[in-house]
């Protein structure tokens, strides 16, 4: 894995982006967001971001106060931006796990740091989920759908219910596993 080298363009901009951020965290006078509340939005979404699947290591606490001892930072807070980013760099060194940039701004204490590194990431999306989950026997859920072509369907001698509309394939992942179908009009 690429280390990350520490040059003053990336510093600058780095300190410009945690400024913004602070800036922005002191205009509104309550904390809104965590990080147990962005995992609860993302949940509740339906999708997931890109992030790399991840699993906290039993001893993560013990891992980020030694970096912390390291670094000798003196008190829970993180001061200035030059410091949490050689904080959160140094964890990232040793855990092989970054916080995105969405997330950077709420961590403000050694403390809000070793609650991120000790929440795993899941990147299951919830419909694989299911497939993990024992169902009720009432319940079944067909994974891999049935798409209606008159041309390979013989059941009902290639009568569809829905003659006017066709079946369009439009996505690549499934272009080549499913045959899409054009109905054919009545009029041009």
Not at 42 to 57: C, W
Not at 123 to 136: G, N, S, Y
Request: hydrophobic share 35%; net charge positive.
């Amino acid at each position: 894995m690429a280390t990350l080298r520490k040059t003053p363009i990336l510093v600058g901009s780095l300190q410009r982006s945690f400024a913004s951020a602070a800036q922005a965290a002191k205009a509104k006078p309550t904390k809104t967001g965590s990080i147990s509340a962005v995992g609860e939005s993302i949940a509740a979404k339906g999708f997931l971001r890109p992030h790399k699947p991840y699993s906290p290591p039993k001893d993560a606490a013990e891992r980020i106060r030694t970096v912390a001892a390291s670094l000798q930072l003196k008190s829970d807070q993180l001061g200035s931006l030059s410091e949490k980013f050689e904080f959160l760099n140094a964890c990232f060194q040793e855990l092989q796990h970054g916080v995105p940039n969405s997330q950077v701004h709420e961590l403000l204490t050694i403390s809000d740091v070793i609650a991120f590194y000790q929440t795993p990431v899941d990147t299951t999306v919830p419909l694989d989920a299911l497939k993990r989950v024992e169902l009720p026997e009432n319940l079944h859920i067909q994974y891999e759908y049935v798409r209606f072509n008159p041309e390979t369907d013989t059941k009902f001698n290639g009568q569809t219910a829905f003659p006017k509309s066709s079946t369009l394939v439009t996505g690549l992942k499934y272009r080549g596993k499913y045959q899409g179908h054009e109905a054919k009009r009545s009029w041009p």
